[in-house]
């Protein structure tokens, strides 16, 4: 997950062929912690133990988009590469299984290891911002399924830069420190120079979501709670006078119709919606044709350029996303797919409200942001569909769904740690 987070596209497309290093970790770590998780149950004893329950929805979505694949008309490693992206769903089953026994360090650790990630992301995208020559004069390597290393993907990247200046905001409430707030400072310069409409509404999201938990939730001396409330005026006049004179806020505003376009950029996004909408119209209705608006055409179709959709989206003859997760997922899984994906959101968002009721942990911040930051890229980019994308998010929401179901069920006080007094000798959560 750390490697989505910290190298963003480039990172996690190191790999040899259809094999990435992500899909090595994955199976890894799903071969220490499944037998883990067993063992544990079957052998009983005291203290807290891994869990074997899992959501409905999430085991609805799973379950289902595992059958369609095996039922599928399509066997041939391109299909499964189609299925992959969904079958990171697994991860949140996983960390389902080990969570419940991880005490608060692990969690502590966790959070550790995520931070060097993102200050990583920071630093790389930083040097990628200010010396594009840099990146032009990068390896284009193989291994990196051609992926030139260095490149920005603004979308994504804008999206890891909201959650790492919402951790910074987190902790300059919460702790205090010029350095976090020189971090959110910097964290926000660097996505005010980002064209991407979605990574912009990313950020904007994480970002305002943290500014009223510190605020609202967390137990803050008076002096300071009362200058982040004194601050929210200047902060909504700050985005409305700003949003307009950031690249990807003058192209959200431009693509509104709020405001004539300003330059080729705003011009650019104008034209490209157009072409998404043009072509999710042609996905839409190929669907329909095929008769399969409730199941899919399964993995392995290539429906973009079946339904006459590549050409509106640029003509890329590799593009395998309608550049909307939920179109997509309409077209390989139907209209039962996308409705499932649709509950598990809706159970992510009760969830949230649980775990935010009360003051939270760090890991239980990221985890509250998260699913739902990469879910506005998702629907107008190829986010969920890649592994930088799909692992974090559902990473993060098996850690949302068991922190709220452990709370419900008492057997976690709301600062993250369990209520037993028993500490566990089970290794660290991994993040990796």
């Given at each position: 997950m750390c490697l989505g987070l910290g190298a963003s596209k480039w990172g996690s497309h190191l790999g040899l062929g259809p094999l990435f290093l992500t899909d090595v970790l994955l199976g890894c770590a799903a071969a220490r912690i499944a037998p883990m998780g067993l063992g544990a149950r079957l052998r009983g004893g005291p203290g807290p133990r891994p869990s074997l329950r899992v959501p409905a929805t999430l085991a609805l979505f799973v379950g289902?988009?595992?059958?369609?694949?095996?039922?599928?008309?399509?066997?041939?490693?391109?299909?499964?590469?189609?299925?992959?992206?969904?079958?990171?769903?697994?991860?949140?089953?996983?960390?389902?299984?080990?969570?419940?026994?991880?005490?608060?360090?692990?969690?502590?650790?966790s959070v550790a290891l995520i931070d060097r990630a993102l200050v990583f992301h920071l630093c790389w995208v930083t040097v990628a911002a200010l010396v594009p020559s840099v990146v032009d004069s990068a390896p284009q390597l193989a291994a990196f399924g051609g992926v030139q290393v260095f490149r920005v993907r603004t979308d994504i990247d804008m999206a890891i830069l909201g959650l790492t200046g919402a951790l910074y905001l987190w902790r300059a409430a919460t702790v205090g420190g010029r350095r976090y707030i020189a971090g959110i400072t910097w964290c926000v310069g660097l996505?005010?120079?980002?064209?991407?409409?979605?990574?912009?509404?990313?950020?904007?999201?994480?970002?305002?979501?943290?500014?009223?938990?510190?605020?609202?939730?967390?137990?803050?001396?008076?002096?300071?709670?009362l200058g982040l409330v004194a601050l929210a005026p200047l902060i909504l006049a700050a985005v409305i006078l700003v949003l307009p004179l950031t690249v990807g806020g003058s192209k959200l505003t431009a693509g509104l119709g709020l405001t004539t376009p300003k330059s080729t950029t705003d011009q650019n996004g104008i034209n490209t919606a157009r072409g998404r909408s043009e072509a999710w119209s042609d996905v839409t209705a190929w669907t329909a044709e095929q008769h399969a608006q409730v199941f899919g055409v399964g993995f392995g179709p290539n429906f973009l350029a079946d339904a006459g959709a590549l050409a509106p989206l640029g003509g890329d003859p590799a593009l395998r996303s309608p550049h909307n997760y939920f179109i997509g997922t309409y077209a390989r899984l139907g209209g039962f797919g996308v409705g499932l994906f649709v509950l598990l959101l809706v159970r992510l968002a009760r969830d949230a409200v649980t775990v935010t009721r009360e003051p939270l942990d760090e890991l239980g911040l990221l985890a509250t942001l998260a699913p739902f930051a990469l879910v506005w890229t998702a629907a107008f980019g190829v986010i969920l569909e890649s592994p930088f994308g799909a692992v974090p998010f559902f990473w993060f929401a098996g850690v949302l769904m068991t922190d709220a179901r452990r709370l419900r069920a008492g057997q976690l006080d709301r600062a993250g740690r369990r209520r037993s007094p028993v500490e566990d000798r089970v290794p660290v959560l991994s993040a990796a």
């Amino acid at each position: 997950m750390c490697l989505g987070l910290g190298a963003s596209k480039w990172g996690s497309h190191l790999g040899l062929g259809p094999l990435f290093l992500t899909d090595v970790l994955l199976g890894c770590a799903a071969a220490r912690i499944a037998p883990m998780g067993l063992g544990a149950r079957l052998r009983g004893g005291p203290g807290p133990r891994p869990s074997l329950r899992v959501p409905a929805t999430l085991a609805l979505f799973v379950g289902y988009c595992s059958v369609r694949m095996l039922v599928g008309d399509h066997y041939s490693l391109t299909a499964v590469r189609d299925f992959v992206p969904y079958g990171y769903a697994i991860i949140a089953v996983l960390i389902g299984i080990r969570l419940p026994s991880a005490s608060a360090g692990d969690r502590e650790r966790s959070v550790a290891l995520i931070d060097r990630a993102l200050v990583f992301h920071l630093c790389w995208v930083t040097v990628a911002a200010l010396v594009p020559s840099v990146v032009d004069s990068a390896p284009q390597l193989a291994a990196f399924g051609g992926v030139q290393v260095f490149r920005v993907r603004t979308d994504i990247d804008m999206a890891i830069l909201g959650l790492t200046g919402a951790l910074y905001l987190w902790r300059a409430a919460t702790v205090g420190g010029r350095r976090y707030i020189a971090g959110i400072t910097w964290c926000v310069g660097l996505g005010a120079t980002m064209n991407s409409r979605a990574g912009f509404i990313s950020m904007v999201f994480s970002l305002g979501v943290t500014y009223l938990l510190v605020t609202l939730r967390q137990p803050l001396v008076v002096r300071r709670r009362l200058g982040l409330v004194a601050l929210a005026p200047l902060i909504l006049a700050a985005v409305i006078l700003v949003l307009p004179l950031t690249v990807g806020g003058s192209k959200l505003t431009a693509g509104l119709g709020l405001t004539t376009p300003k330059s080729t950029t705003d011009q650019n996004g104008i034209n490209t919606a157009r072409g998404r909408s043009e072509a999710w119209s042609d996905v839409t209705a190929w669907t329909a044709e095929q008769h399969a608006q409730v199941f899919g055409v399964g993995f392995g179709p290539n429906f973009l350029a079946d339904a006459g959709a590549l050409a509106p989206l640029g003509g890329d003859p590799a593009l395998r996303s309608p550049h909307n997760y939920f179109i997509g997922t309409y077209a390989r899984l139907g209209g039962f797919g996308v409705g499932l994906f649709v509950l598990l959101l809706v159970r992510l968002a009760r969830d949230a409200v649980t775990v935010t009721r009360e003051p939270l942990d760090e890991l239980g911040l990221l985890a509250t942001l998260a699913p739902f930051a990469l879910v506005w890229t998702a629907a107008f980019g190829v986010i969920l569909e890649s592994p930088f994308g799909a692992v974090p998010f559902f990473w993060f929401a098996g850690v949302l769904m068991t922190d709220a179901r452990r709370l419900r069920a008492g057997q976690l006080d709301r600062a993250g740690r369990r209520r037993s007094p028993v500490e566990d000798r089970v290794p660290v959560l991994s993040a990796a």
